[in-house]
């Protein structure tokens, strides 16, 4: 699979985050009563791609960028907690795209990737959009 279409399906993937925030706009009262699913999904679905991760580097074998990766990750879970930031969303979902290119000799790994932060960005895409709209209400 050559460049340019590998960077046409991560793009296409990114589009999960736009159909979370459309989703958002369309039913907008059920984003308080939903509030706690969409985190629930959320952190589900960032484990599930961690664990993906973590599997696909170390049956490549490479263990210095996994050990990168994971510090990453770890700083980006714990400035997740943070209630004050309402943006930390996008970074969340972009810092998935490293190991797409990383590991871009195996394409098991790659629609996997592909299909999980498509998946992530629904709840990332309504939770941002949530936080903007309690925002404004304030």
Same mark, same amino acid.
């Given at each position: 699979?050559?460049?340019?279409?590998? $960077?046409?399906?991560?793009?296409?993937?990114?589009?999960?985050?736009?159909?979370?925030?459309?989703?958002?706009?369309?039913?907008?009262?059920?984003?308080?009563?939903?509030?706690?699913?969409?985190?629930?999904?959320?952190?589900?679905?960032?484990?599930?791609?961690?664990?993906?991760?973590?599997?696909?580097?170390?049956?490549?074998?490479?263990?210095?960028? *996994?050990? +990168?990766?994971?510090? +990453?990750?770890?700083?980006? +879970? $714990?400035?997740?907690?943070?209630?004050?930031?309402?943006?930390?969303? $996008?970074?969340?979902?972009? $810092?998935?795209?490293?190991?797409?290119?990383?590991?871009?000799?195996?394409?098991?790994?790659? *629609?996997?990737?592909?299909?999980?932060?498509?998946?992530?960005?629904?709840?990332?895409?309504?939770?941002?959009?949530?936080?903007?709209?309690?925002?404004?209400?304030?």
């Amino acid at each position: 699979m050559n460049t340019l279409t590998q $960077i046409f399906i991560l793009l296409i993937s990114l589009l999960g985050f736009l159909f979370g925030i459309i989703l958002s706009l369309i039913a907008p009262e059920e984003l308080k009563p939903g509030k706690k699913y969409f985190f629930l999904l959320k952190h589900t679905l960032f484990l599930i791609i961690l664990v993906n991760i973590i599997y696909f580097f170390i049956k490549q074998q490479e263990y210095l960028a *996994l050990i +990168i990766l994971t510090i +990453i990750y770890l700083t980006f +879970i $714990i400035i997740q907690f943070k209630p004050r930031n309402n943006y930390w969303e $996008i970074p969340n979902y972009l $810092i998935f795209l490293v190991p797409y290119f990383l590991l871009n000799q195996n394409p098991t790994f790659q *629609l996997l990737q592909t299909t999980l932060i498509f998946l992530y960005g629904f709840p990332a895409g309504t939770i941002l959009r949530f936080k903007i709209f309690q925002k404004q209400q304030k």
